[in-house]
């Protein structure tokens, strides 16, 4: 069977260490785009140069040439700005829309038959102008948001109850934005629900739900926490590791449940956008959003987070997008 090939579009801090763990896990050849010259051969050279030491023999090349993704089979797109501190993901809109459309038309071109995922923020409205662009089916055109939010309120969890992370689910649906909805009713350790462990450790109801409050908005803020530690940048190696839970799950056919920024037709009470959901990702993309039941306050929130990324998504058609 011939390996697969992966582009990466975008060679920033994401793409490199998107480059890395690819060819550490064999995942297949990668070709890493970006328009600055030179960039994206340093860091292939780079990280092809430890072939010998990782052990691993795929071939990771850099290029500024989009012919050289030709015929690719998975994309992976981080091509665009990141925040800087004060600013929202929103705040991105205009500068990596217009970004966004040039990567989509070459990927149209160059890589027709690929599976597309984006990481490029504003997410969903990002994924939206991406398939739009491509007129690739919605199965194969998602975006990375939820697997690394749900991750953030995971690890919190962890650290909050002193269990292996292992061992926790945790899962945020809606637009990656301050509106995302981490779902606090189905957090659980091993089957056992957070709230019931938050409740036995303080044996006290209002400050085990205060420390859960803690936990929801601290994960709903958790890029901008980032953000402002580093300075220069946003989060760039736990996005990564998100985006290739993603990758080997549609590569492997896997049929994994993730929460995924997928297209909805009615699912959830949504019809005509992408927003974060549960997922089954395998071979055909997102193959199958899996709904379940929300409670009142579940489903508003998600109501007043799709209501954020429709917002997002006017401003873009707005500016002609
Ligand atoms: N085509 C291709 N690449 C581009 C283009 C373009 N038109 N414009 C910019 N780029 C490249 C930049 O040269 C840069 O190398 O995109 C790369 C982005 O890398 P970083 O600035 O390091 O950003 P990164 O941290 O990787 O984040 C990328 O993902 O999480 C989101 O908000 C984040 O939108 C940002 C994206």
């Not at 975008?10 to 995942?27: C, D, P, R, S």
């Not at 997922?279 to 508003?300: H, M, P, T, W």
């Amino acid at each position: 069977m011939a390996r697969k090939k992966i582009a990466l579009i975008g060679g920033g801090q994401i793409g490199g260490v998107l480059a890395q763990l690819i060819a550490q896990k064999q995942l297949g050849d990668v070709v890493l785009f970006d328009i600055v010259e030179d960039l994206p051969q340093g860091k292939t050279l780079d990280i092809a140069e430890a072939s010998r030491v990782d052990g691993f023999d795929v071939s990771v090349t850099g290029t500024n040439n989009y012919k050289d993704i030709e015929g690719a089979d998975f994309v992976i797109i981080t091509a665009g700005l990141p925040r800087k501190p004060g600013m929202s993901r929103d705040d991105l809109l205009v500068t990596n829309a217009k970004i966004m459309k040039t990567v989509a038309e070459n990927v149209k071109q160059y890589a027709p038959n690929s599976t597309v995922l984006v990481i490029s923020n504003p997410l969903d409205a990002m994924v939206t102008l991406c398939q739009k662009v491509t007129g690739f089916p919605h199965n194969r055109v998602l975006g990375q948001a939820g697997v690394l939010d749900s991750s953030r309120f995971a690890t919190f969890i962890a650290w909050e109850l002193g269990v292996s992370v292992k061992d926790v689910n945790a899962m945020v649906m809606g637009g990656h934005g301050d509106t995302m909805v981490p779902i606090v009713r189905y957090a659980n350790v091993n089957g056992i629900p957070a709230m019931e462990l938050l409740e036995r450790k303080y044996n006290d109801k209002a400050k085990a739900k205060e420390v859960m409050d803690a936990m929801v908005n601290r994960t709903k803020m958790a890029g901008g926490e980032v953000v402002k530690l580093l300075k220069t940048g946003s989060a760039f190696y736990s996005p990564a590791s998100s985006a290739i839970a993603m990758t080997e799950a549609i590569l492997f056919d896997e049929k994994r449940i993730l929460p995924t920024c997928a297209y909805l037709n009615g699912e959830f009470g949504i019809k005509g956008y992408y927003v974060g959901v549960p997922a089954v990702l395998g071979s055909n993309g997102v193959e199958r959003v899996l709904e379940f039941a929300l409670d009142g306050e579940e489903k508003a929130a998600l109501d007043n987070s799709v209501k954020a990324v429709q917002g997002l998504v006017a401003d873009m058609e707005r500016l002609g997008f």
